[in-house]
C-alpha cells in the first residue's frame, strides 16, 4: 500500500509538470518570396519580397532573342538562390520595341499578377517558334494607317501569330486574351514603362539591368551573375 502511494504521487508530479512546462512549438518554415508577385506603381512586376535590400531591374523585350535567352537560362537560379530567402526582388519592365512585342507583353499580364511569371517565361520559352511566325506575318502585313485601331491590329497578330492558342494552353481562353489586348489602363502603364526605359534609365537595348538602381555592364546570365550578392544561406 505504502508502494502504491508513492507511485501515484510520482504520476501525480509528472503529470503537474507536463502542464506547467511549456510545449515546443514546431519550427516554422521560412517563406519562399520567389512565389510572391505584385504589381509595382510604375506597372512593372515585382516577383519577391518588396522591401528586400537588393533590387534587380530587368528590362526586356518579347521579341529579343537575347532576352528569351537569358530569361530561359537565368530565371530558375535567380528564383532559388537569390529571391526565394528574401533579401531580393526582381523587377520585370516592359520595354517595346515594335507591335509584336506590344501584344505579348500585354498578353504576358493577362490573368493578372500571379500568373504573370507562368506567362513570362512560357513565352519566352516558345520564342523560336513564335517569332518565326512574326516573321511570316511582317512580310505580308500592309502598312498601318495613322488611325488604326491598335487593338484590331494587336487581336491580328495574336491570331496569325498563334499566340491567342498559345494562351489557350495554358487556360486563358482567346476572349480573355482579346480583353487583355483591349485594356487600355495596361496598355497606357507598358507605353509609358518603355518611355520611362528610354528617357530617363537611359536604356539602349534588351536585356538591361539595374542593380538596386544603377545600370550595371551586364547583357546575359553569365555577365549578371558575378555582379550579384552571394546567394544567402
Known amino acids: 500500500m505504502y508502494f502504491r502511494r508513492i507511485i501515484l504521487i510520482i504520476v501525480a ?21 520567389s512565389n510572391h508577385v505584385a504589381l509595382a506603381p510604375n506597372g ?9 535590400t537588393t533590387r534587380l531591374v530587368e528590362y526586356v523585350s518579347y521579341t529579343c532573342s537575347h532576352c528569351a535567352h537569358f530569361v530561359t537560362e537565368a530565371s530558375a537560379p535567380l528564383k532559388s538562390d537569390w529571391v526565394s530567402k528574401g533579401d531580393f526582388v526582381i523587377e520585370v519592365r516592359n520595354l517595346v520595341r515594335d507591335r509584336y512585342d506590344l501584344t505579348a507583353a500585354l498578353l504576358a499580364r493577362c490573368g493578372g499578377p500571379a500568373r504573370f511569371p507562368g506567362n513570362h517565361e512560357a513565352l519566352f520559352a516558345n520564342y523560336d517558334v513564335w517569332i518565326e511566325k512574326v516573321r511570316q506575318h511582317s512580310q505580308t502585313a500592309s502598312p498601318l494607317p495613322a488611325d488604326a485601331d491598335r487593338t484590331a491590329v494587336m487581336a491580328d497578330i495574336a491570331e496569325k501569330t498563334g499566340l491567342f492558342a498559345f494562351m489557350a494552353k495554358r487556360g486563358v481562353t482567346p476572349a480573355q486574351s482579346r480583353a487583355c489586348l483591349a485594356d487600355a489602363k495596361a496598355m497606357d502603364m ?17 536585356p538591361s539591368f539595374l542593380i538596386n538602381g544603377k545600370h550595371v555592364a551586364a547583357y546575359d546570365w553569365t555577365s549578371l551573375r558575378p555582379l550579384l550578392p552571394a546567394p544567402a544561406n
Not at 190 to 205: F, H, N, R, W
Open 13 to 33: 508530479l509528472l503529470v503537474a509538470a507536463s502542464l506547467v512546462l511549456p510545449a515546443t512549438a514546431p519550427a516554422e518554415r521560412p517563406q519562399n518570396w
Open 44 to 52: 512593372a512586376h515585382q516577383i519577391g519580397k518588396p522591401t528586400a
Open 190 to 206: 507598358v507605353l509609358a514603362m518603355t518611355q520611362y526605359g528610354i528617357e530617363q534609365d537611359k536604356i539602349t537595348g534588351t
